[in-house]
């Protein structure tokens, strides 16, 4: 089993559209969780960290926490096409050493 | 966060030669970390850069492979020592600002073609 499992995709979404991008892990000790977008031939940007259940907004995009599932998720909403990208899910352990999962790919359509 | 430059952005090697990779921060930083993602993967940590002593590398990295060195707390270099195709990848170093929040950042990478 994996620490951090993503699905793959390619997710693909229309201009507008809620993407919903989910990730499960492994350890249950884990007390931060990071999403992290990576455009092709760049490299990773972070752009939200949750700490505590339940969701955390920022702009278009929500985290969302549910450590008894061990689930955390990333919500954007009124997608662009400038969203295209992969998205990482990031998990520390060992406090401050990072298990990434596969990342999504996503694709929003004009 | 931080402003992260890595040297060189890009490179093209001969087999069995060696590249060491700069890593340099605008501000002293508390963790740095060495990443490598290889073509269509995700990120796999190589080892941590502790300032002023030996890196603690992760399963599968020796220190003979990716020697490290980190003499104070804005830089670090990772060499990649005898390289073969299979170390054709992106190498990444990232830093830990604020270690209460633990959030990590990454410089814009190396991408490293072994011939």
């Known amino acids: 089993q994996k620490e951090v499992e993503q699905n793959s995709g390619p997710l693909s979404v229309p201009e507008g559209a809620i993407a919903s991008l989910n990730c499960t892990y492994s350890d249950r000790v884990s007390q931060s969780f990071f999403w992290y977008r990576q455009y092709s031939g760049k490299s990773p940007e972070l752009i939200m960290s949750?700490?505590?259940?339940g969701d955390k907004e920022d702009g278009r995009f929500t985290a969302q926490l549910n450590k008894a599932s061990q689930y955390v998720s990333l919500l954007i909403r009124d997608s662009q096409p400038s969203d295209s990208a992969t998205y990482l899910c990031?998990?520390?352990?060992?406090?401050?050493?990072?298990?990434f999962g596969s990342g999504t790919k996503l694709n929003v359509k004009p | 966060s931080a402003v992260i430059s890595q040297k060189p952005s890009r490179d093209i090697c001969q087999r069995g030669t060696s590249l060491t990779i700069q890593c340099q921060v605008d501000s002293q930083v508390t963790m740095m970390f060495w990443y490598r993602q290889q073509p269509g993967q995700s990120l796999t940590l190589i080892a941590t850069?502790?300032?002023?002593?030996?890196?603690?590398?992760e399963s599968g990295f020796v220190i003979d492979k990716f020697p490290i060195s980190r003499p104070n707390l804005t830089f670090s270099t990772l060499t990649v020592s005898n390289m073969s195709p299979e170390d054709s990848s992106i190498y990444l170093c990232s830093v830990v600002v604020d270690i209460g929040y633990n959030e990590q950042f990454f410089g814009p990478g190396t991408r490293l073609t072994v011939l």
């Open positions: 850069a502790n300032q002023g002593s030996e890196a603690t590398y």
């Open positions: 949750i700490y505590s259940n």
């Open positions: 990031a998990v520390p352990y060992n406090f401050n050493k990072f298990y």
